[in-house]
């Protein structure tokens, strides 16, 4: 059974997240106070309403505590809204309520009024888009945990040759190598540790951020 996912507020980020989950199958019921929003929103989603989702009433008729997440992605224009809305949803019960946050203190209130858990896209933006800047090899990132995220980088000169044991990369820098795409297929394969790694090999690695600088300095 599809996972129905409440979106409300659809501003950039919100319109792109809801168009993606609907794209995987989600059934999204799309919410926004702005008609234009809400009919472009009606091309993809299961269901999209005009409605003030900081009127209780209103938010009342959509059963949101029936919904397996809501997503409240209010963006600059009003964290008042923001605010409210969150905490109209954790009074009525949703399981999951995943907020927006533009700032430190936002973020606070956040979890104060009962978010369950809060993101700052365009925060989490610019700390992966620095990562690539400064380190070129780097081809993907993706947050998996409080500071742990999957990295896809390619292989390093200095490491052509050498096998995943002798380079001892957990011991150096707490990094787990999970897969290694090879070939032109891009077909992703378990790592041998005493293979040796080919020119063109990407390595998918798991560790903290700060272990990437790390290792592409060190080798």
Known sequence: MSQQIV????GQFGMALARRLAEKGAEVLAVDRNSNLVE???NFATEAIAMDATDEAALAQINPARRDAVVCAIGDE?????????????QMGVPLIIARANDQTHYRI????GAHQIVNPENEFGKRFAN???FRN?????????????????VQPSMIGKTLVAMELPRRYGILVAGIRRGTTGKIILPIPSE??????????????????????GV
């Open 7 to 10: 979106i409300i507020g659809l």
């Open 40 to 42: 472009e929103a009606s």
């Open 78 to 90: 009003s964290k008042e809204a923001s605010i409210i809305c969150t905490a109209l949803l954790r």
């Open 110 to 113: 956040l979890q104060l009024v």
């Open 132 to 134: 690539r800047l400064l």
């Open 138 to 154: 780097i081809i993907a990132d993706t947050p998996i945990g409080d500071d742990l995220q999957l990295t896809e980088i390619c």
């Open 196 to 217: 040796p790694l080919l020119a063109g090999d990407k390595l998918l690695i798991v560790s903290s951020e700060n272990a990437i600088s790390s290792l592409i300095k």
